[in-house]
């Protein structure tokens, strides 16, 4: 049975849960309640705080760290791929050619 503290630790976990599932990107959702959850009950099981507000803040903050630098570099690795294959010219030539097509239509 949990005491209060870890009661509160957990309710805590919760609610920090239900605010990461609301408010970043679908696909990280599971990444970011199992590192949040993970900090939380690091800190049920060893105590490492006293302030249980205090794990469930660092859980947030390392569950959006994580993403976030993930998210980066896959961005980053993206763009590179684009580079490589030469994919980016495709994307820079675009707005000309819509730009052709609106003159002729006006010309038309």
């Known amino acids: 049975m949990l005491n ?21 990107n679908s ?8 590192i949040f959850m993970g900090v939380v009950a690091s800190n049920i099981f060893w105590q490492w705080t006293p302030n249980t ?11 959006y760290a994580a993403t976030a630098g993930l998210s980066l570099l ?21 707005p000309r050619v819509l730009r052709q097509r609106t003159r002729r239509q006006r010309a038309a």
Do not use: C, K
């Open 4 to 24: 209060e503290e870890q009661a509160w630790v957990f309710t805590y976990g919760l609610i920090g849960v239900t605010l990461l599932l609301l408010a970043w």
């Open 53 to 63: 507000a205090l794990a469930a803040i660092i859980g947030g903050g390392l569950a």
């Open 27 to 34: 696909r990280w959702h599971l990444l970011q309640g199992v």
């Open 74 to 94: 896959i961005q980053h690795a993206e763009r590179r791929r684009q580079l490589r294959t030469g994919q980016h010219r495709i994307h820079q030539e675009a």
